[in-house]
């Protein structure tokens, strides 16, 4: 059973980090596409970041770029979105999600598995 937690959503200051984790007890992470979204009010769930199985191939979103980092403790069965330099832009619910397929993937509808999200609030 895959079960994702977010956790490490909060306010902060533009130019501030937060470090987002997604923790999960009923997987091994190596086994799973892992994928980062975003959803502001208003708009559609965007992907921000994904990483493939073999925590070797990772896409990161273009407004992000520079920013926001991806990564994987398969030790803890954690991973991590590290988000530095916010903007007011940034500011969303945050999800995490998991996908049992091979490659990158980088599509809402491809992920089974979703966290329940953390709210992201950057302030000007």
């Known amino acids: 059973q895959v079960q994702l937690v977010e956790s490490g959503g909060g306010l902060v200051q533009a130019g501030g980090s937060l470090r987002l984790s997604c923790a999960d007890s009923?997987?091994?992470?190596?086994?799973?596409?892992m994928g980062w979204f975003r959803q502001a009010p208003g708009k559609e769930r965007e992907i921000v970041a994904a990483?493939?199985?073999?925590?070797?191939?990772?896409y990161i979103r273009d407004t992000v770029k520079g920013r926001f980092t991806i990564s994987r403790d398969n030790a803890k069965n954690t991973e991590y979105l590290q988000m530095n330099s916010l903007k007011p832009e940034d500011t969303a619910v945050y999800y995490c999600?998991?996908?049992?397929?091979?490659?990158?993937?980088?599509?809402?509808?491809?992920?089974?598995?979703w966290g329940q999200g953390t709210q992201v609030t950057v302030s000007s």
């Open positions: 990483l493939d199985r073999t925590g070797i191939i990772t």
């Open positions: 999600a998991a996908a049992q397929v091979p490659g990158l993937v980088t599509n809402v509808e491809d992920y089974a598995y």
């Open positions: 009923g997987r091994t992470v190596s086994s799973y596409a």
